[in-house]
Antibody, heavy 115, light 108 residues
Framework: EIQLVQSGAEVKKPGESLRISCKGS????????IGWVRQMPGKGLEWMGI????????RYSPSFQGQVTISADKSISTAYLQWSSLKASDTAMYYC????????WGQGTLVTVSS | EIVLTQSPGTLSLSPGERATLSCRAS???????LAWYQQKPGQAPRLLIY???SRATGIPDRFSGGGSGTDFTLTISRLEPEDFAVYYC?????????FGQGTKLEIK
């Protein structure tokens, strides 16, 4: 069974750093792109970027370029989404998804940024 | 960046009726690289259709996709109670792989 399991909910303060994770199992992790999608409260889906774990080729949406870093560690079949300095506006649910079109999705990680 | 515009914003129908959802792209989507997703409250999105018209694994045949170029549709032939949800289109032909803003399908 293919699974993407994301790390748990986070509560952070503005200015703090954060890395959330997405662990793939049940398939060859290095042969499919992993994307990240943001969903702000009550809003639609926003495509953030995507990484190919075999060679870490990464593409970003211009809206998120420079705001987040996407990475992957193929040795442990895990992709990451990272912030160096969180803002209140980063409060959202974040999903990872397998393939350029999301054949499989993680359960989501809720990130709350509040002072 | 390709902008996807979905219409209508909200669609009110009854179970058993036919639903037609539209997704229009600001420029041609290469190789029909368009997907449709269903999202219910509190759940992750679920892939319904990829390559504009191919049903994902386990998706009932009442769901069908069509279109090419800049105009795409998702059709649900006979609505079941579990089909009332929000639907998104996404193009993956040109990075950034943008989503539409969604269509809410609600019970009339």
């Amino acid at each position: 069974e293919i699974q993407l399991v994301q790390s748990g909910a986070e509560v952070k303060k503005p200015g703090e750093s954060l890395r959330i994770s997405c662990k793939g199992s049940g398939y060859s992790f290095t042969t499919f792109w992993i994307g990240w999608v943001r969903q702000m409260p009550g809003k639609g889906l926003e495509w953030m970027g995507i990484i190919f774990p075999a060679d870490s080729d990464t593409r970003y949406s211009p809206s998120f370029q420079g705001q987040v870093t996407i990475s992957a560690d193929k040795s442990i079949s895990t992709a990451y989404l990272q912030w160096s300095s969180l803002k209140a506006s980063d409060t959202a649910m974040y999903y990872c998804a397998r393939h350029v079109y999301g054949t499989d999705w993680g359960q989501g990680t809720l990130v709350t940024v509040s002072s | 960046e390709i902008v996807l515009t979905q219409s209508p914003g909200t669609l009110s129908l009854s179970p058993g009726e036919r639903a037609t959802l539209s997704c229009r792209a600001s420029q041609s989507v290469s190789s029909r690289n368009l997907a449709w997703y269903q999202q219910k409250p509190g759940q992750a999105p679920r892939l319904l259709i990829y390559a504009a018209s191919s049903r994902a694994t386990g998706i009932p045949d009442r769901f069908s996709g069509g279109g090419s170029g800049t105009d795409f549709t998702l059709t649900i032939s006979r609505l079941e109670p579990e089909d009332f949800a929000v639907y998104y289109c996404q193009q993956y032909g040109s990075s950034p792989y943008t989503f539409g803003q969604g269509t809410k399908l609600e019970i009339k």
